[in-house]
């Protein structure tokens, strides 16, 4: 196999980055008993584990409860810095309101059907209709308005819901719509979503590196689909799992296992294998 240029097999990994749905999460929303163990070697390790997702606070809090996962997540696909232990935002980074309301009118223009909601720091809001096409009903204490108003204030993520419509058909119009105010991309999810201009899943990990002195070569990436894109390309190992999105295939560093044949787990053995914490990386594949 042919080294990648990408990649710096003299650094010892110091941080790992991973999504959660889709890569490190299986389809039902949980993980095995061999990831579990493999995460505890890397605390064991001394070796940070950082969940870089596009869920909101509230959500990275349980998942780290329950996988056993706490300290700083990066969250809603960078705009957010979080610790899961505290409670508490250390860094985020806000969507303008006339940004918002722009791309929610300029939207609806080109997608008359199309539905909205919105991520805050500590709550959300939703349109009746985006929750009528996620299929759920409100439920009392749910802030329900129109997206214009939702966005009255500065909010963390902009999503949008169309009936028809799949995620990249969404994305591409969102891109189009979003020009330089904003960075629009999608999780897998059929929606689209929208943050800050600058705004994604690595210039959060790279503040955060920075903060920890962790230069790019000495993290290791895991991701599925293309809000991981730039995290991925950031990183000095930037690794996909079989599942991904083929956008993400054609950029990764590396392959490994789908999410639920245990493909981040499969990578980290063999990294902890290594001798002396280096990781001989090449463009090519690891297997179960």
């Excluded at 991973?18 to 505890?40: E, N, P, Q, Y």
């Excluded at 070796?47 to 996988?67: C, D, F, G, K, T």
Aim: charged share 20%.
């Amino acid at each position: 196999m042919t080294p990648s240029p990408h990649a710096h097999p003299e650094a010892p990994i110091r941080l790992i980055a991973t999504d959660l749905d889709g890569t490190l999460l299986r389809t039902d929303g949980g993980i095995s008993k061999r990831t579990r163990t493999v995460l505890a070697s890397l605390r064991a390790h001394d070796i940070p584990l950082v969940m870089v997702s596009a869920r909101p606070p509230r959500s990275l809090r349980e998942i780290a409860s329950r996988i056993g996962v706490e300290g700083i997540a990066i969250g809603c696909n960078g705009a957010v810095v979080y610790n899961t232990s505290t409670d508490s935002i250390l860094d985020q980074w806000l969507l303008a309101p006339e940004v918002a309301t722009r791309l929610v009118t300029d939207l609806r223009q080109h997608l008359p059907e199309a539905c909205f909601a919105v991520e805050k720091s500590n709550s959300a809001g939703w349109e009746r209709g985006y929750l009528a096409i996620r299929g759920r009903q409100p439920e009392p204490d749910d802030w329900i308005d129109d997206a214009l108003t939702l966005c009255s204030a500065p909010v963390l993520k902009l999503l949008m819901r169309h009936p028809t419509l799949a995620a990249d058909e969404m994305l591409a119009v969102g891109r189009s719509v979003a020009r330089e105010d904003a960075i629009a991309t999608h999780s897998g999810a059929p929606l689209l979503e929208i943050s800050a201009p600058g705004v994604d899943k690595a210039t959060a990990l790279a503040a955060l590196c920075a903060r920890l002195d962790i230069a790019p070569p000495s993290v290791m990436a895991f991701g599925d689909m293309p809000n991981d894109i730039p995290m991925l390309r950031w990183a000095g190992h930037g690794v996909a799992v079989a599942n991904a999105h083929e956008d993400v295939l054609a950029i990764a560093d590396a392959t490994t296992p789908s999410s639920n044949d245990d493909g981040v787990a499969c990578a980290l053995e063999a990294l902890l294998a290594s001798q002396n914490g280096y990781v001989s990386f090449t463009r090519g594949s690891w297997t179960p």
